[in-house]
């Protein structure tokens, strides 16, 4: 079983007037050797809208929640370091 990897999947297709509209996610499968156990962190992907004359359009999520879990971790380095060095002194 591989250590990393990297899954996107499509959930239930929903129909809405004369689009069919189908959901995708990203799961991110983290198996750590010799356990049992792993880490699985799913994250919304992508939606596809068909039409019903056959056009298909592929709309991106923006994950909001994880730009602001990256803009907080990077705050929180920044501030580490920073107390890092001035206790350094």
Sequence with gaps: ???L???T???ESIQTGPNKIT???QAVKLMLPGSRG???WNRPYSVLVQGDDGSEQVLPVVDVT???QLILIGIVLAFGILFWLINRR
């Design 1 to 3: 079983m591989p250590f």
């Design 5 to 7: 990897t990297v899954e």
């Design 9 to 11: 999947l499509p959930s």
């Design 23 to 25: 959901p995708f996610s």
């Design 38 to 40: 792993g880490l699985i």
């Design 66 to 68: 994880r730009i602001a």
